[in-house]
């Protein structure tokens, strides 16, 4: 080699090291998934000291690809033994059980290239090396073993029913391996069941009953009494009742307020004001709420927007999240029954109807087996629905209970008893999937086999709180495949209560993090510039051909308390449905979508007694009803007259004679408004040019000849803020100065409108 090439060899392995260092390992593993790791990375890889991080899952996986059994061996067990929070330790786990057990036999190699081949859904291909090890090892039980790996293919990867039920009718017939027949006997019931043919499932099942007899398993009880439960569990899915017909609420997550493009900061607008969302069905919108939520910035606006253009709030409190645990709990109790009280009842307080999702995911280090944690879980429950009567409450579980084995959610039952509903989840992606090949932990079978037991055990509505499917990387195809199955087995899903499933993420998040990796920013039914995956089609399609039914009014209330007009209505189904109040002088309309409502009207006008006339309307009827009213003085008001055109980001003040601890309401009335738009805000600004602003458009109200802007300001959220250029925001607790009531345009189309009258209490 001469000076030249030597030159030229250095600068390239200079170039690979500072490529390599600038990628995270994340990224590498994600490359190494895909089998796209080049041989500079690969030695790099080996050669690199850092044991931190996903370095060490990278060196084992490296090892392991080139067959270096014994030193993978040792570099999973010290991976593992760090306790990675990570998607890719059950890949590690599942990759060791695999090389401890085979890694005599010859055909190892081979098996794992075609599960390679399985995780980059590379089908054709996987099917292709299948053939090649039935030429090359015929006998060893590797190649048995990948038989079931393309029968599982055919049932989970292709969703080909036909061929699925072949393969593993063959294999309940000629494999030599107890483990791979019995297996087979499951895929088998559990093709027949995707199916709709649950006689023939049944026959199989009672089939595979017969061989586990004690004398199959030469005295082995633990075995035989572990695929007995598998088998029970998997027959139990198959006594169906007749079909329900019953809408559901279709919805999604996770933010109400998003960028365009995700990720870049820019563009902020409410959710359904995107073209797609706006083109496809949606019932229902989620907003997470955790811990380390910034409460300045949690203001009721967008949740009473959402009910007004017809959506469903849910609200998903993940407050302990995933540090979860006894003694995290009662670490941080006290805070959290505050943040109950004041933080979060005063932000739901208003909303005729909402679905609150406590604590997804509980069941887990250690909770499972805490007494103590339904007990307190009960009373906050309690706490919630005696503040908010139109809030539905419910708990929120995992999913990874073993088959048959010790039910996480019992620690739970006295708050599970004390909700409205239950929920449960569904997160998978294809690192996930990867790992396993049994027909009976498919992600559908999961969702059922939880929910028929909460069924049995609690007898609550179902919701899946949230589904979330990663499209990459490479599982575009199999997210859209997913909700095709949701297609066959939604009928099932009905049976056992369900009556609403939320996408958790409605757009592909960059910035996204937590356990499921960088699968985490593919979660999205459209990608980050909001173009639809073929997933979205899918999704669109199942909601728009859920059951059309006449909804019928079941309770209605309403009658004046000490607190207001207390105005409560219960329907059979969910429809869309206008509340019109009026005394005569203007009207108080609210609209929404629902199957209960539940509001206390306190009104401000005109001071004196009058009558209050309400008219709720919904899809198929009308209830009419006249009640007493005294309306309160005001503390003040100010005629203005006042026309004015605001550009985008201009604003208009209006002086207030009192600091806002002494306001109640604010009452803007205005004519000749021109457009209404969701980007016009109002509120408070200080001396200093501190806001605390809130969207104007959920409390605008029509009255004659314009509309009356009526603003509580306990809707504001908490702290002054002011954006500095280059810096930020700037926060203070209390305002400088005096304070004017703010009126500003943040859309780009000028906003017209005329001023007439403040009024305040």
Not at 227 to 250: D, F, G, H
Not at 323 to 331: K, R
């Amino acid at each position: 080699m001469n000076w030249l090439t030597k030159s030229l060899s250095l600068c390239c392995l200079v170039f690979v090291s500072m490529t390599l260092n600038a990628m995270s390992s994340e990224q590498l593993v994600q490359k190494q998934y895909l089998g796209l790791l080049n041989d500079a990375e690969r030695q790099q890889v080996i050669t690199r000291q850092d044991q931190g991080d996903n370095w060490l899952l990278l060196a084992a996986l490296v090892a392991v690809d080139e067959h270096r059994w014994a030193q993978g061996i040792e570099l999973l067990r010290q991976y593992l033994s760090q306790n990675p929070f990570s998607v890719h330790r059950l890949r590690a786990r599942a990759l060791l059980t695999q090389i401890q057990a085979f890694q005599q036999d010859p055909a190892l190699g081979d098996f794992l290239l075609l599960l390679q081949m399985r995780q980059r859904d590379q089908v054709d291909l996987m099917y292709h090396a299948i053939g090649r090890m039935q030429a090359s090892y015929p006998h060893s039980v590797l190649t048995e073993k990948a038989q079931l790996v393309a029968a599982h293919a055919a049932l989970e990867l292709e969703n080909n029913l036909p061929v699925a039920i072949e393969r593993y009718r063959s294999l309940t017939e000629r494999a030599k391996e107890d483990e791979h027949r019995f297996a087979a006997y499951l895929g088998l019931v559990m093709s027949y069941h995707r199916q709709g043919r649950l006689g023939e499932a049944m026959q199989v099942a009672e089939q595979f009953e017969a061989q586990l007899e004690p004398g199959w398993f030469g005295g082995d009880d633990l075995q035989r009494r572990v695929w007995r439960q598998r088998l029970q569990s998997a027959t139990a899915l198959l006594n169906q009742e007749a079909p329900v017909k019953r809408p559901m609420i279709w919805g999604t997550g996770a933010r109400l307020d998003v960028d365009l493009p995700v990720g870049s900061g820019q563009n902020y607008q409410p959710l359904w004001r995107h073209a797609p969302v706006q083109a496809g069905v949606l019932q229902g919108v989620t907003l997470w709420i955790t811990r380390h939520s910034d409460w300045r910035w949690l203001q009721p606006d967008l949740l009473k927007l959402a009910v007004q253009k017809g959506y469903t709030p849910m609200i998903s409190l993940w407050y302990f999240g995933d540090e979860i645990s006894p003694e995290f709990v009662t670490e941080h109790w006290d805070a959290y029954r505050t943040m109950i009280r004041q933080r979060l009842i005063p932000l739901l307080k208003d909303l005729p109807e909402a679905y609150l999702l406590l604590e997804p995911e509980f069941n887990k280090n250690g909770i499972e087996r805490w007494p103590e944690w339904g007990r307190r879980m009960s009373e906050v429950i309690g706490e919630i629905k005696r503040a908010l009567p139109g809030i539905k409450v419910g708990m929120v579980l995992g999913d990874w209970d073993p088959i048959g084995q010790f039910a996480s959610y019992e620690s739970a039952a006295p708050a599970i008893e004390a909700s409205d509903f239950v929920g449960t989840m569904l997160m998978i992606a294809g690192y996930t999937e990867a790992i396993h090949f049994d027909a009976d932990w498919s992600p559908w079978i999961r969702a059922q086999r939880l929910a028929l037991q909460l069924r049995q055990r609690f007898n609550k509505p179902w919701m899946l709180a949230y589904v979330a499917i990663a499209s990459e990387p490479q599982w575009q195809r199999r997210q859209a495949l997913e909700l095709e199955k949701l297609e066959q087995y939604l009928p099932a899903l009905k049976q056992y209560g369900l009556f609403a499933i939320n996408w958790f993420s409605l757009v592909d998040d960059p910035g996204q993090q937590g356990w499921f990796a960088d699968a985490e920013q593919s979660f999205g039914l459209l990608d980050r510039n909001f173009e639809p995956k073929p997933a979205a089609q899918t999704w669109h399609r199942l909601a728009s051909t859920d059951p059309n039914v006449v909804p019928e009014l079941i309770q209605w209330r309403f009658e004046p308390t000490a607190q207001g007009i207390a105005i409560s209505a219960q329907l059979s189904h969910r429809t869309r449905w206008q509340l019109t109040l009026t005394d005569g002088l203007r009207e108080w309309q609210y609209q929404g979508a629902a199957t209960h409502i539940d509001l206390n009207w306190n009104g401000y006008g005109p001071q004196g007694q009058r009558p209050i006339a309400v008219s709720f309307t919904w899809s198929s009827g009308r209830r009419d009803e006249v009640t007493e009213w005294v309306f309160q003085p005001s503390q003040g008001q100010q005629v203005l007259s006042q026309s004015k055109v605001l550009r985008q980001w201009q604003s208009t003040l209006f002086d207030l004679p009192s600091r806002p601890a002494d306001l109640a309401v604010v009452q803007l009335y205005l004519s000749e408004l021109e457009p209404i738009d969701d980007q016009l805000f109002v509120g408070l600004q200080d001396a200093g040019g501190a806001t605390r602003m809130v969207r104007a458009a959920p409390y605008l109200q029509r009255v004659a000849g314009g509309y009356v802007l009526e603003l509580p300001i306990s809707d504001l959220a908490p702290g002054w803020r002011r954006y500095q250029s280059g810096a930020g925001f700037e926060w203070r607790s209390e305002p400088k100065g005096r304070v004017t009531l703010n009126l500003q345009n943040q859309s780009s189309h000028p906003v017209r409108f005329r001023a007439d009258k403040l009024i305040w209490y």
